[in-house]
T-cell receptor
Framework: DAGVTQSPTHLIKTRGQQVTLRCSPK?????VSWYQQALGQGPQFIFQ???????QRGNFPDRFSGHQFPNYSSELNVNALLLGDSALYLC???????????????FGEGSRLTVL | GQQVMQIPQYQHVQEGEDFTTYCNSS?????IQWYKQRPGGHPVFLIQ?????EVKKQKRLTFQFGEAKKNSSLHITATQTTDVGTYFC???????FGAGTRLTVKP
């Protein structure tokens, strides 16, 4: 039973560039959430996708966008990268029951982005 | 929006001592979850609390949910070096995590 997989594991970009991060949820899960975790900080919620639509969004600018595909996998895109975007980006999957997503979050290992 | 605050930010204990971290919300939570993140790792789910005043135990770990469902605590009895990591609470209403309590254990 595959857990949550993310790619790439590490990447380096320069300011102004764009990046795409990918996530495959745990088998049987239909909901994907993205978090940004700066060094020494807690995970900050970016957004959540369910049924290929953005279901909830945290306090992140429009430079952060996402997509969910029919197979439930997801992408996070960040445009016009800033130095402050350097962080570990975590993907978490879960399962919606009775239209409520309140269950356990399964996290991937993350994609560590460095912006120079 | 909902704010989830955690204290303390850091805790250093001698192996065998107890440890407690507290989580406080500005609003009522429908449920609260606790996660542990080992150094260099990713958050791993520990437990979910739903009912007012709920207490759950996992071996040496005791989790409590306040009567008003605005606060929660995690208590570890007789810490071991394997308990090292950062403990996060998360209000599942809107997916927000606390800043975490980083626990270090001296053998």
């Amino acid at each position: 039973d595959a857990g949550v997989t993310q790619s790439p594991t590490h990447l380096i970009k320069t300011r102004g560039q764009q990046v795409t991060l990918r996530c495959s949820p745990k088998s049987g899960h239909d909901t994907v959430s993205w978090y940004q975790q700066a060094l020494g900080q807690g995970p900050q919620f970016i957004f959540q996708y369910y049924e290929e639509e953005e279901r909830q969004r945290g306090n992140f600018p429009d430079r952060f966008s996402g997509h969910q595909f029919p197979n439930y996998s997801s992408e996070l895109n960040v445009n016009a990268l800033l130095l402050g975007d350097s962080a570990l980006y975590l993907c978490a999957s879960s399962l919606v029951r009775a239209n409520l997503d309140t269950g356990e979050l399964f996290f991937g290992e993350g994609s560590r982005l460095t912006v120079l | 929006g909902q704010q989830v605050m955690q204290i303390p930010q850091y805790q250093h204990v001698q192996e065998g001592e107890d440890f407690t971290t507290y989580c406080n919300s500005s609003t009522t939570l429908s449920n609260i979850q606790w996660y542990k993140q080992r150094p260099g790792g990713h958050p791993v789910f520990l437990i979910q609390l739903v009912k007012s005043g709920e207490v759950k135990k996992q071996k040496r770990l005791t989790f409590q949910f306040g009567e008003a469902k605005k606060n929660s605590s995690l208590h570890i009895t007789a810490t071991q070096t394997t308990d090292v990591g950062t403990y996060f609470c998360a209000g599942r209403n809107d997916m927000r995590f606390g800043a975490g309590t980083r626990l270090t254990v001296k053998p």
